[in-house]
């Protein structure tokens, strides 16, 4: 049950990977911006919602499940709907503090700690 989530988990968010560098580099306010967005949004919530079924396997754990890398997951189920609800009442200040607080702590940070040892993503790739 744990790989099939883990592979459920990889491909939501490795296209928010590339989604999410694409949103950053494009013109904003446009509807393909605005259409890729509202994916990025859906996809990113289903990633945080499959993390946190994923019990941790490195490190403490709380209620032998949780670790910190869950906070991440919380992280993104908070900003995702407070950054889509600042766009909507024209906040773009607040949207981009988010989007840019979602990608670096949910995609970059959440992701480079995937690749530490005792990770199955460190000995798929790094062997």
Known sequence: M?????YLHLATVLPCVVLGALLFAMHKGTRVHRRLGAVY???????????LIMPAMVGPRLFNHFGFIHLFSF????????????????????HQIGMIMLYCGAIVIAGGFTLM???????????
Do not use: C, K, N, Q
């Open 117 to 127: 040892p005792g990770r199955y993503l460190h000995g798929l790739i790094l062997g």
């Open 41 to 51: 949004m859906v996809l990113m919530l289903i990633t945080a919602s499959l993390t």
């Open 75 to 94: 992280l993104t189920i908070y900003t995702v709907p407070t950054s889509f609800f600042a766009i909507r009442r024209g906040d773009v200040r607040e």
């Open 2 to 6: 744990y790989r099939e989530l883990m």
